[in-house]
Structures are given as C-alpha cells and as structure tokens.
Nanobody
Framework: QVRLVESGGGSVQTGGSLRLSCTDSRSGASIHCMAWFRQGPGKEREGVAG???????NYADSLEGRFTVSLDYYKKTLHLQMDNLKPEDSGLYYCAADFWCGDWADAAEYKDWGQGIQVTVSS
C-alpha cells in the first residue's frame, strides 16, 4: 500500500518552475517530519527541504532560496515550489515522512517513502 502519494514534476527549461505535492494517504496518521529528497544520476540521495519534528522549515544550503516548502497539516500534504530551476536540479524527487526525525536531511531518519517523481530541467 502506497502511503505517500506524490504529484507534480515533469520537464521544464532552465529558469522554469514546478510544484511538487505529497499527501500522506493514511487516515489517523500522526506525522511530525516530512521532507523532500532528490537523487540525481550517479549521485546520492540528498535532503532538499522539509519540516522537522519541531515544525521548523529547513532547506539545503545549495538551493540559494529558489525553493519554498509548505505544509498543509490538516490535509497532510507537503508542497515544494521550485523556481528558477537549473539542470542540476534534475533527478528523482522523493517524499519522506515519519513521526520523528533527528536530522531532517538524513534519509535514514525516515521510515516512509513515496515512489519518486521525475524532475527534468533542460538547458
């Protein structure tokens, strides 16, 4: 059973925008950490943006303010607005969630994962 349902993504040119969404489909689930990760070709999975168990928003330093993460707590949906996209942003984007996380950017902290959604940015 797929618990985290991702949507959005696709292909854009450099400078374009995309919006990703991730919904936790489980009823009654208590989630305190949700985050987006990405994995480019030949690269390790890295944390992009997310909320930690204290409700704080966090971003990877490399993003330079181009992405915005938001959480609709009641709909259990995490959004990622990506602007001014670059070819190096291309990859598979994964949604991750868990009740608690020590380091929001550490993939090992998350038990539940979405299936991944492709983002391709062409030059």
């Amino acid at each position: 059973q797929v618990r985290l349902v991702e949507s959005g993504g696709g292909s854009v040119q450099t400078g374009g925008s995309l919006r990703l969404s991730c919904t936790d489909s489980r009823s009654g689930a208590s989630i305190h950490c949700m985050a987006w990760f990405r994995q480019g070709p030949g690269k390790e999975r890295e944390g992009v943006a997310g909320y930690d168990h204290d409700g704080r928003r966090n971003y990877a330093d490399s993003l330079e303010g181009r992405f915005t993460v938001s959480l609709d707590y009641y709909k259990k949906t995490l959004h990622l607005q990506m602007d001014n996209l670059k070819p190096e942003d291309s990859g598979l984007y994964y949604c991750a969630a868990d009740f608690w996380c020590g380091d929001w950017a550490d993939a090992a902290e998350y038990k539940d994962w979405g299936q991944g959604i492709q983002v391709t940015v062409s030059s």
